[in-house]
């Protein structure tokens, strides 16, 4: 067992984790910060995983179709802010709840782009 778990904290403990783990502390550090902002101006904004899913995977598609890094952005800037646009939309237009339109944003984007990324 001792062998296991020196194992495990091995690769836990590398430099590359370490290097994984500052890339991934940014986008949840963007993406916390665009909730304060949410909730500082009143709304209840629980659909930002789905934007953040949205906009990578566009990013992704767009850079793998056309190989260009400022198609990709562009997408990714694109899909996040329709998913933002929906939940604007349903929420203060349409008064619906701002929990459930969020919750169901993110169900039916993470629906969405496990469907299309099935083929790749």
């Known amino acids: 067992m001792g062998g296991l778990l020196s194992a495990v904290w091995d690769v836990g403990t590398t430099e590359t984790a370490y290097t994984a783990a500052a890339r991934f502390a940014v986008v949840l550090a963007f993406a916390a910060t665009g909730e304060w902002v949410a909730e500082r101006a009143g709304t209840l904004n629980i659909s930002v995983e789905a934007m953040i899913l ?5 990013a992704a598609m767009g850079y793998h179709t056309t190989g260009s890094v400022a198609v990709g ?4 800037t694109v899909a996040g802010a329709a998913v933002a646009s929906v939940q ?8 619906a709840d701002q929990f459930v339109v969020g919750l169901t944003l993110n169900i039916l984007v993470l629906g ?3 469907f299309l990324g099935s083929e790749w």
């Open 54 to 58: 949205a906009g990578a995977f566009a």
């Open 88 to 95: 604007a939309e349903m929420s203060h237009r349409l008064t």
């Open 112 to 114: 969405i782009v496990g």
């Open 73 to 76: 952005l562009l997408a990714g």
